[in-house]
T-cell receptor, first 113, second 113 residues
Framework: NAGVTQTPKFQVLKTGQSMTLQCAQD?????MSWYRQDPGMGLRLIHY???????DQGEVPNGYNVSRSTTEDFPLRLLSAAPSQTSVYFC????????????FGPGTRLTVT | TQLLEQSPQFLSIQEGENLTVYCNSS?????LQWYRQEPGEGPVLLVT?????EVKKLKRLTFQFGDARKDSSLHITAAQPGDTGLYLC?????????????FGKGTSLLVTP
């Protein structure tokens, strides 16, 4: 099993550009989520999904869109990038059971100039 | 958002020393998880504590969940350079349609030979 994979590993965008961060898991997990990690802020939840076709907002959803058309994939879209979205983005997946282990991808380091 | 406060924020010690990291909240959590993150990688789960007063051991690491399930601690005995990393506590909380992890800001540990 590859676990949770994320692409790209690094990305530089200009303000106003759009892009999609890809996330895929091969563990048949129902639950997937996106976090951003900023220095001194810890990991903050952006969006999450409890299954295919179901998504919901987390703590910091503004400026990001998600969709979940399959169990395996959970892409994160930045519609119009802003410097405040410079961060490291992590995708995670877990069984739907509350409190189960979350498996994190290796992260995408995004810089918006 | 249920806030988790971790202390200390930074810790630099020599090999062989003992240390304790604290994770405190004013909220009650159904369970709490500890993760370790190494540079350039995603967090990896160390342990989940569920029951108030619970103590779990993982080799030289001892994890304790407070009786009221509001706080937790991580104690490392005879630290080694391989213990270097960012230690994150995360409380399992409920969001709109499911649950999510509320992360503390982390404790950055450096163990020097």
């Amino acid at each position: 099993n590859a676990g949770v994979t994320q692409t790209p590993k690094f990305q530089v965008l200009k303000t106003g550009q759009s892009m999609t961060l890809q996330c895929a898991q091969d563990m048949n997990h129902e639950y997937m989520s996106w976090y951003r990690q900023d220095p001194g802020m810890g990991l903050r939840l952006i969006h999450y999904s409890v299954g295919a076709g179901i998504t919901d907002q987390g703590e910091v959803p503004n400026g990001y869109n998600v969709s979940r058309s399959t169990t395996e994939d959970f892409p994160l879209r930045l519609l119009s990038a802003a410097p405040s979205q410079t961060s490291v983005y992590f995708c995670a997946s877990s069984y739907s059971r509350q409190g189960s282990e979350q498996y994190f991808g290796p992260g995408t380091r995004l810089t918006v100039t | 958002t249920q806030l988790l406060e971790q202390s200390p924020q930074f810790l630099s010690i020599q090999e062989g020393e003992n240390l304790t990291v604290y994770c405190n909240s004013s909220s009650v959590f159904s369970s709490l998880q500890w993760y370790r993150q190494e540079p350039g990688e995603g967090p990896v789960l160390l342990v989940t504590v569920v029951t108030g007063g619970e103590v779990k051991k993982l080799k030289r690491l001892t994890f304790q969940f407070g009786d009221a399930r509001k706080d937790s601690s991580l104690h490392i005995t005879a630290a080694q350079p391989g213990d270097t990393g960012l230690y994150l506590c995360a409380g399992v909380g409920f969001w709109n349609s499911g649950y999510a992890l509320n992360f503390g800001k982390g404790t950055s540990l450096l163990v020097t030979p």
